[in-house]
């Protein structure tokens, strides 16, 4: 089935320090969404990116959808203590009418003051 | 503004009892999913159903079954609780087309002992 690599697992970081993450894929993905889940909480849906190439921000977040289509990056700009939690990214495959996603392994993001 | 509610948040069982999950979404989806969280390996999807009337298997459905109760709600049963079965159980949901992002509750914390 397919697979998703996300790296680092962790990162250790001052506040003010930009952060980069990425996402690699054995398969072509058409669908790249990056998540964040805050302790106790469920995953909740940062950006959602649809397009080889595209370039996409929110606030002080931006993701990319790689060229290639099996690879998308996450860079934080700026961190900030509330920054704190596990992003993960997700692929859809083409072909796929459903929504079924591929989940990668997370990012354990923490932030010092 | 309730999204998804997962029922329960907590619960401990015995190696052999049985459970129901249950799991609500108050946006009109089409499409549901029941995911595990275990430490390092992300969401593994479980069970997905498509749309109303409709189920299929995930990656990981051995020991569970579901039922597609409604078009609001989906549930998650385990016949004979296993300690492999200890996870953060997740219910998602999307609009169905292959471009809606899934929305997630704030998941139930299972542990079989």
């Known amino acids: 089935g397919q697979q998703l690599n996300q790296s680092p697992q962790s990162m250790f970081i001052q506040e003010g320090e930009d952060v980069s993450m990425n996402c690699t894929s054995s398969s072509i993905f058409n669908t790249w969404l990056w998540y964040k889940q805050d302790p106790g909480e469920g995953p909740v849906l940062l950006i959602a990116?649809?397009?080889?190439?595209e370039l996409t921000s929110n606030g002080r977040l931006t993701a990319q959808f790689g060229i290639t289509r099996k690879d998308s990056f996450l860079n934080i700009s700026a961190s900030i203590p509330s920054d704190v939690g596990i992003y993960f990214c997700?692929?859809?495959?083409?072909?796929?009418?459903?929504?079924?996603?591929?989940f990668g392994q997370g990012t354990i993001l923490t932030v010092h003051p | 503004n309730a999204g998804v509610t997962q029922t329960p948040k907590f619960q401990v069982l015995k190696t052999g009892q049985s459970m129901t999950l249950q799991c609500a979404q108050d946006m009109n989806h089409n499409s549901m999913y029941w995911y595990r969280q275990d430490p390092g390996m992300g969401l593994r999807l479980i069970y997905y159903?498509?749309?109303?009337?409709?189920?299929d298997k995930g990656e990981v459905p051995n020991g569970y079954n579901v039922s597609r109760l409604n078009k609001r709600e989906f549930s998650l049963r385990l016949e004979s609780a296993a300690p492999s079965q200890t996870s953060v159980y997740f219910c998602a949901s999307s609009q169905g087309s292959s471009n809606q992002p899934q929305h997630f509750g704030d998941g139930t914390r299972l542990s079989i002992l």
């Open positions: 990116l649809y397009k080889a190439g």
């Open positions: 159903s498509a749309s109303e009337g409709t189920t």
């Open positions: 997700a692929g859809r495959a083409g072909g796929t009418s459903y929504g079924k996603l591929t």
